[in-house]
């Protein structure tokens, strides 16, 4: 869990090895929720997925990327 200051985010999640985090090598998911309302949950991906902006979002800015998870912080896979 982290908390976050009221401004428009969109979370994406990386996987180095492009097959998501989930189904070949396990059951990853993961949910992201701003003020207890899911904003984006998944599993099945590829390099990438990424959340629709979501938070004080004003239409004619764009949003800012949050730093929760990166592919730096979160290197759970292995290779087999």
Do not use: M, N, R, W
Not at 32 to 53: H, I, K
């Amino acid at each position: 869990q982290e908390c976050v200051i009221p401004k428009c985010y969109t979370f994406t999640i990386y996987d180095e090895y492009d097959d998501g985090i989930c189904c070949d090598f396990g059951d990853g998911s993961y949910s992201v929720l701003y003020d207890g309302v899911v904003v984006g949950e998944g599993g099945e991906f590829q390099a990438s997925e990424s959340t629709s902006p979501f938070g004080y979002c004003d239409t004619s800015a764009s949003p800012s990327s949050s730093s929760i998870a990166t592919p730096e912080s979160y290197k759970t896979e292995s290779t087999h």
